[in-house]
């Protein structure tokens, strides 16, 4: 009887504890899942949130982006409207009439030398230079003799300056025949990715890259120093397609648009000079011989060789136009290049030759 009693009470207790721990299992994993799902939730948000953080910012940088090219292109518009007016004779006459210093500095001619023009805008400012084509040389036009002279001032020497200059005039000449340095088609062909040799005229300035010997480093200038006279001189990238141009009038350049690179590599006056001669124009153009002697003494000795190679206010209605927009924190920049014709019987005044949409100078 008593044993009995007792089984029953275990029974019992055993009874209530069938019953009560499967209530604690069912609330212990209740909970889990519960924090499994915030856990979860915490990850959708957070992914959702730095999406919606990525894609402000994707946003802001597209219309940041978008009013940087705006600054360029207007840059560059702007740079074709002094053009336009340095071609209308009517606006020269004025010019004429008027005293200079009747000018503010804003209303001044603009000088295409390449010297920066900077424009200020609320979002932010754009500097604009713009390089007369007649300030360079024409490389279809240029002889092997100042073609070997340039290339040596830059650095390329022996072999190597050999294989450039024989490379270009067989890129050029109509004939399949080498020169002793040169190539023709067959090598062209025999390159991993081949392509015809050109025999004729350069269509642009970058053709260069395709010529034999051309490296990249010298078509756009190696960064740091560049030959001089007595050794190295600092400055910037200087390169081939900062003397050449397919647009210019031949070997001859105006002094007047003349950059440091042409007037040191391709004129080969010394640095000092070269500089002195900027200086000098800065002030007002150069109208002749006698006034670029006058004001530039020092370049006497040289004009014997090189006075041939000179031009005066040339009216080579080709220039090249650089643009660059910067935001006002200074973080973000924005470059635009333009090639254009400055010709009276267009519609507009103008003609766009060539446009790089994304230029770093």
């Given amino acids: 009887m008593e044993r009995d009693h007792k089984l029953r009470i275990a029974e019992w207790a055993l009874g209530e504890k069938r019953i009560f721990l499967p209530n604690l299992n069912e609330k212990g994993v209740a909970l889990i899942m519960v924090l499994w799902i915030i856990a979860i939730l915490s990850v959708i948000a957070f992914e959702f949130s730095y999406a919606m953080r990525t894609e402000v910012k994707i946003v802001k940088n597209f219309q940041e982006e978008l009013q940087l090219y705006a600054l360029a292109e207007g840059g560059v518009e702007r740079a074709i409207a002094e053009l336009v007016y340095k071609h209308d004779p009517r606006v020269q006459n004025k010019r004429r009439i008027l005293k200079s210093k009747d000018f503010s500095p804003e209303k001044k001619e603009w000088v295409t030398d390449g010297r920066g023009y900077p424009l200020t805008f609320d979002l932010g400012v754009c500097e604009v230079r713009v390089r007369g084509e007649a300030g360079k040389i024409n490389i279809n036009l240029v002889s092997g003799m100042l073609l070997r002279k340039i290339i040596t001032n830059l650095g390329v020497e022996g072999e190597a300056e050999d294989i450039v200059v024989d490379s270009l005039l067989d890129w050029r000449d109509p004939d399949d025949l080498y020169r002793l340095n040169g190539a023709e088609n ?167 030759i060539q446009w790089v949409d994304a230029f770093v100078s």
Wanted: glycine share 10%.
């Fill in 186 to 352: 067959d090598y062209y062909q025999s390159l991993p990715e081949p392509y015809e040799c050109k025999n004729g005229n350069l269509d642009s300035i970058e053709e260069l890259l395709l010529v034999r010997g051309v490296t990249p480093e010298l078509f756009y200038g190696k960064k740091g120093t560049w030959p001089g006279e007595g050794g190295k001189e600092k400055g910037n990238r200087i390169g081939l397609k900062d003397i050449f141009s397919i647009y210019a009038l031949g070997e001859q350049v105006d002094i007047n648009s003349a950059t440091l690179p042409v007037l040191r590599f391709a004129l080969g006056i010394p640095s000092e000079i070269a500089r002195g001669i900027i200086q000098a124009r800065e002030e007002k153009v150069f109208e002749n011989q006698q006034d670029l002697l006058q004001r530039v003494p020092e370049l006497g000795p040289f004009l014997g060789e090189i006075g041939r190679f000179i031009l005066f206010q040339s009216t080579n209605p080709f220039y090249t136009i650089e643009a660059q927009a910067q935001s006002k924190n200074g973080k973000s920049v924005r470059g635009l290049k333009a090639i254009v014709k400055i010709d009276p019987r267009e519609k507009e005044g103008y003609k766009i």
